[in-house]
């Protein structure tokens, strides 16, 4: 339904965009994933309406919208500081757009509290904004935004305000939210576990440019550069050439892979001590720290001077400076483009 073709954008001499392409189809969560800066803002803001300049295509079922006003595509917006009016209570900060499109005063009423009802927040239309805490303002403005029917929803860092263990809440109460009424959604977010929870598909954004477009569980499990792979958490990048990994691969019966400049030694395929699979090598190395997680330790591991992995173990005897075997899963071995 949504289209992005090639689309370039600069403010004065600094670059924003660069031929940037994506799509989202009908009831699809699409998320722009990236470090501050990355462009991914503007992008949101781009396909809104509310940046001009640009060169490049936005089409909406084919038809460009490039031209068309933000208030006359049908989407809604949904911002990082919520956007209330806080001298308007619940009722009337959901019913703002509503009104402004003319809808009479039953239909206002009743969309209102069917939308108070679906975000959790039933019978509290009365109450004063400035009374509600971080995560019923929330609510608040996801009600607002969904009220009009809108096309395509945009959110840009909706929880980025909020306490860690919120977020985790309400990242699962917005998918299911977006998904109960079909729409399709563009969501941006610097956190990658939020955008693994919420997205269908997650574009990696850089220096703007889109690195790399896939599900969460592809995108997590194969990353394909070191920039994505880095952004996910994940630092075991060396690389191709000169490496210890390349030598012992050389002796195994790996399948044919394209070698890219680099190689990811994925966490999940890192066992620490144990049995050696069949399909696995194996090497002595150093236990370098260790960090209590709860159900799991984050540990690193030294090879050699140069050669540290960082992967994450149910349970962990040794101590710092203790010697230790671990075991890599050829299947973790991931060559990167760069």
């Known amino acids: 339904m949504l289209r992005v073709k090639e689309v370039s954008h600069a403010y004065g001499e600094l670059v924003s965009l660069r ?3 994506l799509q989202a189809a009908a009831g699809e969560i699409v998320c722009l994933l990236g470090p501050s800066g990355c462009g991914k803002t503007t992008l949101l803001r781009i396909i809104a309406g509310l940046e001009t300049g640009y060169r490049g295509r ?16 049908e989407f809604g917006l949904m911002f990082q500081d919520f956007a209330l009016f806080p001298h308007m209570s619940v009722a009337d900060n959901i019913a703002y757009g509503l009104k402004r499109r003319g809808l009479r005063r039953p239909l206002v009423n009743k969309r209102v509290t069917a939308q108070l009802e679906r975000v959790g927040l039933a019978g509290m239309g009365e109450r004063d904004v400035a009374s509600l805490s971080g995560g019923q303002k929330q609510r608040v403005a996801l009600a607002r935004s969904l009220a009009p029917n809108p096309r395509l929803l945009m959110l840009d860092e909706p929880l980025g305000s909020l306490d860690a263990q919120l977020r ?22 610097h956190d990658h576990r939020e ?25 997590y499990l194969r990353p ?12 075991n990048v060396f690389p191709w050439r000169r490496s210890r990994f390349t030598e012992a691969l050389g002796k195994a019966a790996l399948p044919e892979q394209k070698c890219g400049d680099s190689l990811l030694i994925h966490p999940a395929g890192i066992q620490l001590g144990g049995a050696v699979a069949d399909r696995s090598l194996q090497w002595d190395g150093v236990l ?3 960090v209590f997680r709860g159900d799991y330790y984050d540990v690193s591991v030294s090879l050699d001077e140069g050669t540290t992995l960082a992967f994450s173990a149910p349970r962990v005897a040794a101590e710092p400076g203790d010697a230790v075997s671990i075991a890599v899963s050829l299947e973790a071995v991931i060559p990167l483009v760069s």
């Open 19 to 21: 031929q940037v392409s």
């Open 58 to 73: 936005v089409t909406w079922n084919d038809v460009d919208i490039g031209n068309l006003p933000a208030h006359q595509r």
């Open 168 to 189: 985790d809440q309400l990242a699962l109460e917005l998918r299911g939210l977006i998904k109960e009424q079909g729409l399709s959604a563009i969501y941006v977010t």
């Open 195 to 219: 955008a693994y929870a919420v997205a269908d598909r997650i574009a990696v954004m850089d220096v703007g440019s889109v690195e790399q477009v896939d599900t969460p569980q592809d995108l």
């Open 224 to 235: 394909g550069s070191g920039f994505v792979a880095r952004f996910l958490g994940m630092t």
């Open 288 to 290: 370098l720290s260790k």
